[in-house]
């Protein structure tokens, strides 16, 4: 079964616009982390976030903003104002401390955003 | 200078051929992970390697191997290529469990 899901596999928007990517993990872990990466056209992973799971409260860092809900299993991410240089792949991954710290990564979104 | 560092980093081989793929990093951590990324599958782990003398299968290890030369070296061997392990293959670090990963430039490995 997969640990992290992104169903989302691809979005297009227009500059400006807000965007949400969803994130669903699965776990039965009591202690465990949560990662954003980014992975821009050149093809390196760029950390974006770490939430761990004792830490339910959102974050907000300029434009990208992060909301963690237990309750739903979700560690969504949001880009406000969205821009040409947000296009990327964002990666959603999960940390269990049950496993020793072995990730889980979901598949992927691809963002386009458009001019 | 990049704190984790992939060899080669483009590499064209053939069927059946045997290739190794180099890792090296200066952060100091003792965690060392390979990855392979395919399109529209996200990342795999392979193997990772908690300190030199701890070596662990990952999700996908079959037609793999590693080692662990030193605490800021980790290797991937192909033994055999075959078409299918044409992939970009990243190499990643770790401090302490729980911690962000960080990862080196990727390895696009083609196998013909």
């Known amino acids: 079964a997969q640990k992290v899901t992104q169903a989302q596999t691809e979005i297009s928007v227009v500059e400006k616009e807000d965007v949400t990517l969803d994130c669903v993990y699965e776990?039965?872990?009591?202690?465990?982390?949560l990662f954003w990466y980014k992975q821009p056209p050149s093809g390196e992973l760029v950390f974006l976030i770490r939430r761990n799971s004792f830490d339910e409260q959102n974050e907000i860092s300029g434009r990208y903003s992060w909301n963690f809900q237990k309750s739903t299993s979700s560690f969504n991410f949001t880009i406000t104002a969205s821009q040409v240089v947000d296009s990327a792949v964002y990666f959603c991954?999960?940390?269990?401390?049950?496993?020793?710290?072995?990730?889980?990564f979901g598949t992927g979104t691809s963002l386009t955003v458009i001019p | 200078d990049a704190d984790v560092t992939q060899t080669p980093r483009n590499r064209i081989t053939k069927t059946g051929k045997r290739i190794m793929l180099e890792c090296s990093q200066t952060k100091g951590h003792d965690r060392m992970y390979w990855y392979r990324q395919d399109p529209g599958l996200g990342l795999r782990l392979i193997y990772y390697?908690?300190?030199?003398?701890?070596?662990n299968k990952g999700e996908i290890s079959d037609g793999y191997s590693v080692s662990r030369q030193a605490q800021a070296k980790f290797s991937l061997s192909l033994e055999s290529a075959i078409p299918n392990q044409t992939a970009l293959y990243f190499c990643?670090?770790?401090?302490?469990?729980?911690?962000?990963?960080?990862f080196g430039p990727g390895t696009r490995l083609t196998v013909l």
């Open positions: 991954a999960l940390s269990e401390a049950g496993t020793g710290n072995q990730f889980y």
């Open positions: 390697s908690f300190d030199v003398k701890d070596i």
């Open positions: 990643a670090t770790s401090e302490v469990q729980g911690r962000k990963q960080f």
């Open positions: 776990t039965r872990d009591t202690t465990y982390y």
